[in-house]
């Protein structure tokens, strides 16, 4: 590309250009996926903080980690128990307590480069692990095949295995749970990467990834001499902080590689479609930064720097070795691109090379921003992020990021270092976003604490404590409600109508209904984005919160809300669904009609005629995809008044819808409750 002329440079950068302002549009601006990154950061930091030395730990990996929210992409967790720690050499039990710690030892003498077999050398309390154990030359190991299938569908039942987990579908989107070992140290065999970051990462990148060690997945190699007892090295912490730490325009590389693969490489037949996968994407752009092969990444250089990476895979190809970026030794071609199957691919992706950076007008989210420049070449590109977006859109982008903060299952004994934990991040420099975050986890925290404690003094007779219990309730509740959002004052109405204050409960009913009416409200990425602006905008995020945001009602399965929900609470339990999630308009008028059958039955039916309109009527605003509640507690209202003919349609309804809450089993026994008293 150097030794074009300079018209023909220019031209290049014209497009480059305009492709960086179309991955904007599609992968998201630096904003954005900052906004993404550091909200998942905070669910992160407060579940390794308050999580118990024997429990599992969770990680989101893969692309949706890194910051991509492409269509189509799975998403990747990772589990593993907090008390098994795996060992380089036998030197570094010494850092361990063996009393409460499983100790495993790395033994890669005979397995192929970046594979090792996994010695237990001390006792395990956990099933699963000792199930997969197998004896070898007198020695313990953990079966990788075994585990993995022994975990497959421990988190989701009736999982698929593939490769190192369990797949599935939930909510129309492809999951891939690995369950896997820790590593506190770095292997010598990646010890040569730390030698070549010169350049890229900068040096604190690489002393934290060091510092963090690995995981070891439950796949062996297809040609290693112990293929069903082998473990890989996975290094998915390591590659998160390695895509964090790049520039936006290398990100967007990798972005667009990643739909160049999925557009145009894997559209080309079926026998080579399989043969490439994004992480050979993601080794590529790291192996081309890392190599200084272009040395300014920037908007102008876009498409240079794809070429530099769509080059080096077709090297690759040729060659059939990709080396993977922290054990060049391990070749990830090695079983899948050799052969017959690699001079085809090879020849593809040939011919897309003859045809030069043109072969990006295949990709049917691209062409569009290349065919606009080269119709309307005076057309003005402004790469300036900074007027691509509106504050309204990064603040939908934060509801939607927080929504999915998580809190980790705690019960009220652990509340207090949960409390800890949160003083201590508001006291560490948080960014924005991750305050955000940080705020919508303490609401939730405290909802779940009132209800628990209630729960637990409900039943005690002990009127003292009651109502000291019942003070704590209402005063973290309206905490709550001060670091949350509009719906968060759903959750006292829950607590009065539970403690038989139905007046009180229809007072906040009342006030939340006078905000859910406002003309700016912000719901499930809906708003008029004028007069939210003109309402809200330039405010303070708790004023946004409070005054124009409002979202999906999250209740905790393992406590008591509702009691008529307690049947689709455990349903969904027995699903391993920790949480129902409800429409907060669904929940007013639900809150509302029970509230009202104590008061005044008219208004009791006026709340339910409301919402048999709005559960029959819904075109997706409202309720969006959480139907099957929906029905399900239009089902629970009618067949309350008596309307058996209209509950069991409601049910039946509910049961046609994707089984998004995990509750059909609950209502199939509805279902026979009411035919049974027809």
Not at 56 to 69: H, P
Not at 234 to 247: D, G, I, P, R
Not at 303 to 326: D, H, I, Q, T
Request: hydrophobic share 40%; with cysteine.
């Amino acid at each position: 590309m150097e030794s074009f002329p300079t018209r023909i440079c220019e031209g290049l950068e014209y497009i480059s250009e305009a492709v960086f302002v179309g991955l904007c549009d599609i992968v998201g601006t630096s904003e954005e996926v900052a906004i993404r990154r550091e909200t998942a950061d905070i669910s992160e930091m407060v579940q390794r903080r308050v999580k118990s030395y024997d429990s599992t730990i969770m990680m989101v990996s893969g692309s949706y980690r890194e910051g991509f929210r492409l269509e189509g992409s799975d998403l990747d967790f990772m589990y593993w128990p907090n008390n098994h720690r795996v060992i380089m050499d036998m030197s570094q039990s010494e850092y361990y307590n063996t009393a409460n710690t499983t100790l495993i030892l790395s033994d890669s003498t005979e397995s192929p480069p970046g594979f090792t077999l996994l010695q237990l050398l001390t006792p395990t309390t956990i099933g699963e692990v000792q199930s997969a154990c197998v004896r070898m030359n007198d020695r313990v190991y953990i079966s990788s095949s075994t585990y993995r299938q022994l975990t497959c569908s421990i988190v989701r039942p009736n999982s698929t295995v593939h490769g190192p987990c369990g797949s599935g579908v939930r909510g129309g989107v492809e999951y891939d749970t690995a369950h896997c070992f820790v590593c506190d140290f770095w292997p010598s065999s990646a010890s040569s990467w730390i030698d070549r970051c010169h350049s890229w990462p900068d040096p604190e990148v690489v002393s934290d990834i060091v510092r963090n060690g690995c995981h070891f997945v439950a796949i062996g190699h297809p040609l290693g001499p112990h293929e069903h007892e082998e473990w890989r090295f996975s290094f998915s912490q390591a590659e998160y902080k390695l895509v964090s730490s790049m520039n936006h325009c290398q990100f967007l590389t990798y972005g667009l590689l990643k739909l160049f693969l999925k557009e145009v490489m894997n559209q080309q037949s079926e026998e080579s479609n399989k043969l490439l996968c994004s992480y050979h994407m993601k080794t590529a752009i790291f192996w081309a930064i890392q190599q200084n092969t272009l040395p300014h990444w920037c908007p102008q250089n876009l498409l240079a720097g794809f070429w530099v990476c769509f080059k080096l895979l077709l090297r690759w190809v040729y060659e059939g070795v990709c080396p993977n970026f922290f054990i060049p030794q391990n070749n990830l071609f090695l079983t899948k691109v050799h052969g017959s199957a690699q001079n085809r691919l090879f020849l593809q992706l040939h011919e897309l090379y003859k045809k030069g950076l043109a072969c990006l007008l295949q990709s049917s989210s691209i062409r569009s921003y290349i065919i606009g420049v080269l119709y309307n070449p005076r057309l003005s590109i402004c790469t300036d992020e900074s007027i691509m977006r509106s504050e309204v859109d990064y603040d939908v982008q934060l509801v939607k990021e927080s929504i999915k903060v998580i809190a980790p299952s705690v019960d009220l004994f652990d509340l207090t270092k949960v409390i800890h934990t949160i003083e201590q991040l508001v006291d560490s420099p948080l960014t924005h976003y991750q305050l955000v975050a940080l705020r919508r986890l303490t609401a939730f925290l405290f909802q779940c604490t009132a209800f628990q404690l209630q729960n637990m003094y409900t039943n005690t007779g002990v009127n003292k404590q009651m109502y000291i219990a019942d003070k704590m309730s209402c005063h973290t509740l309206k905490l709550a409600a001060k670091f949350g959002c509009i719906s968060d004052m759903l959750y006292i109405a829950m607590y009065y109508y539970k403690t038989l204050r139905y007046r009180e409960a229809l007072s906040v009913i009342e006030m939340t209904k006078v905000k859910l009416a406002q003309p700016y409200l912000m719901y499930e990425g809906h708003v008029d984005r004028e007069r939210y602006t003109e309402a809200v905008g330039g405010q303070s995020w708790s004023t946004k919160m409070r005054q124009a945001v409002a979202r999906v009602i999250k209740i905790d399965n393992r406590m008591c809300y509702i009691s008529e929900l307690i049947p689709e609470q455990q349903s969904a339990l027995q699903n391993k669904d920790n949480r129902l999630y409800i429409p907060v308009f669904v929940m007013l008028h639900f809150l509302e009609f029970l509230c009202y059958r104590h008061i005044d039955t008219t208004l009791s039916q006026a709340a339910l005629d409301e919402l048999q309109v709005l559960v029959h009527h819904d075109q997706g605003l409202y309720i969006h995809i959480f139907r099957d509640i929906s029905w399900e507690i239009l089902g629970i209202c009618q067949q309350i008044t008596g309307n058996l003919q209209a509950a069991l349609y409601s049910y039946q309804q509910s049961l046609t819808q994707y089984p998004l809450n995990g509750i059909q089993a609950t209502t199939q026994g509805r279902i026979q409750e009411v035919v049974s008293h027809q």
